[in-house]
Every structure is written in structure tokens, then in C-alpha cells.
């Protein structure tokens, strides 16, 4: 009987938690999904779908017949971009630069217009990379200047290359690593290492901590002993704010999906009316010979 009071009592228990939510109707209703990144000196390219409630479990359905036109920040009509292929748009005849904020707008049959705007900042530049070798693994030292009159978040990626060239045949063989590790506190992003240290493809960070000064950001690659050569090509980004709280919100998203205890992370957009989001930056890289 004692059982069979607890198996009751855990019943109601469970049929009290069940609640419905009833979503007003513009939350559900689809909308235009605008992803982009503006690089300067490169071709500008767009996606677009549609958008889907949660409980939806397929791939989006993509825009193909969607008009989509890039717009100057005093609101002058600088191109309108042709679709290639699965949602794909491309801007031919126009190359976006530095320092220059745009706009990109988009309509679509008898969905709500969408429209986002981002900066291009101004390139940075690398200043110097100094490195060591401690057994397999490579050491650098990346130095740039910040800007105090303004706010800035940067991106870094560190990739190396590495070259074989086979002793019988002569084959040359080649193969990349983008992941990397790093010590620096004041990134925003990364997974943390039992050796205390965060690794990842790209790291994320604002200038909060070093406003107006040099910034110098470590990171450390394990290198393959058997190259013949090893090209390391280090790369600062200087990105845009929505691109940053995209990238870390995302990632954030990432970390915590499926984790019953976990706070709801909001997956950052820019986009008006619609989701997405709608980046730019600039970049400088330095590209390094190791034999």
C-alpha cells in the first residue's frame, strides 16, 4: 500500500509539471532566416531560408526567388544581388572595404521584409609574432595596437600546414590543423583543457581589458615532427559587435544544448523582422616558415 501511495503521489506529481503553452500567433509565423558575413576586399555573399518553429526537425526550406539589395549607410543603392544555388546569393560587381558600415535588405513573397545593418571595421594589423618550440608544441606571441577612440572585438585564428614529401615517390602530401590552445582570460569563447588551458578553431575577445593599448595574445599548436615543412599562417580579425555576440551566443547555445540544468541561452540576431545575423570584418595575417 505504502508503494502504491508513492507510485500515485509521483503521478500527480508528474501530470502537475504538464503545462500548455500557447505561442501568439507571431511568434510562429515563419519569417525570412538572413545570414551573412561583409569581408573587405571580398565578394559578398547571403543566405536565406525560412523559418521554422522548434519542434520542426528538418532542414530548413531555402529562399530561391527571394530580392535582395545592398544599401550604403546614407542609404544609397550600391547593388542587388543575383541567387545562385540553394538559397545562395552573390553581389557581383561591388567589393565592400573597411571602415564602412552597410545594409542588406530582403523580400520574399508575401513574408515581412527583412532588413540588417553591420560595420566593416578598419583592418589591425600585426605588430609581431615571436615564437618558441618546446618539444612538439609551437609557441606564439601575438602583438597589435588597439584603438582607444573607439570599441573593438577581434577574432584569431591560428592554422598550420603541414608538408610531407614522400622519400620514394616524391608525393607531396599536405594536410591542415585549425585547432589551437590558449591561456588568455579574457576570451569569450572557447572549450576549457585539464591543463587549464581553452582550445578551439577561433577565440573571441573585446578590447575591455587593453583599451588604447598593445594587445599580446598567446597561443600554442602541437606541431608534426615528420614534415619536412610547416606553414603557420596567424591571422587577426577585426569583427564586427553583432558578429561577436553571434559567435559567442552561439557557441554558448552549443555548450549548453541538451543540458537539462542549463540557463536558455539566446542565439544573438541583428536582423529586422526576421532571424539571422549579419556580420563583417577586416583581417591581417602573417604567414610563418617552419623547417
Known amino acids: 500500500m505504502r508503494y502504491f501511495v508513492l507510485f ?20 510562429i509565423e515563419p519569417r525570412i ?27 530548413l526550406p ?28 552573390v553581389l557581383n560587381g561591388f567589393i565592400p572595404s573597411a571602415g564602412n558600415t552597410y545594409r542588406i535588405d530582403a523580400t520574399y513573397n508575401t513574408f515581412k521584409p527583412v532588413s540588417a545593418s553591420t560595420e566593416v571595421p578598419s583592418t589591425t594589423l600585426i605588430n609581431s609574432i615571436d615564437t618558441a618550440m618546446q618539444g612538439n608544441i609551437m609557441k606564439y606571441e601575438i602583438k597589435f595596437n588597439d ?22 615517390t616524391g608525393d607531396t602530401i599536405m594536410w591542415e590543423d585549425t585547432y589551437y590552445e590558449t591561456a588568455e582570460i579574457f576570451t569569450q569563447n572557447g572549450y576549457a583543457d585539464v591543463n587549464g588551458l581553452k582550445w578551439g578553431q577561433i577565440f573571441l575577445f573585446s578590447d575591455a581589458s587593453f583599451n588604447g593599448q598593445q594587445c599580446s595574445f598567446s597561443a600554442e599548436q602541437s606541431v608534426t615532427s615528420d614534415a619536412d615543412t610547416v606553414l603557420s599562417v596567424i591571422t587577426v580579425h577585426s569583427i564586427s559587435e553583432s558578429y561577436y555576440k553571434y559567435k559567442v551566443s552561439l557557441e554558448k547555445y552549443q555548450q549548453t544544448e541538451g543540458d537539462p ?6 542565439v544573438f540576431s541583428n536582423v529586422e523582422n526576421g532571424f539571422g545575423v549579419l556580420g563583417g570584418y577586416s583581417s591581417d595575417s602573417d604567414t610563418l616558415v617552419l623547417n
Open 261 to 266: 540544468f542549463a540557463q536558455p541561452v539566446q
Open 62 to 89: 531555402v529562399v530561391t526567388t527571394g530580392v535582395v539589395e545592398l544599401y550604403s549607410s546614407s542609404g544609397a543603392l550600391l547593388g542587388t544581388f543575383t541567387h545562385e544555388a540553394n538559397g545562395n546569393y
Open 8 to 27: 500515485i503521489s509521483a503521478l500527480i506529481l508528474f501530470e502537475s509539471c504538464e503545462k500548455e503553452i500557447k505561442l501568439k500567433e507571431d511568434e
Open 33 to 59: 532566416v538572413l545570414n551573412g558575413l561583409i569581408t573587405a576586399g571580398d565578394t559578398i555573399r547571403v543566405q536565406l531560408s525560412e523559418s521554422r518553429n522548434v519542434l520542426y526537425d528538418q532542414e
Open 147 to 168: 584603438n582607444a577612440a573607439e570599441e573593438n572585438y577581434y577574432a584569431v585564428t591560428v592554422k598550420s600546414i603541414s608538408v610531407i614529401i614522400d622519400d620514394f
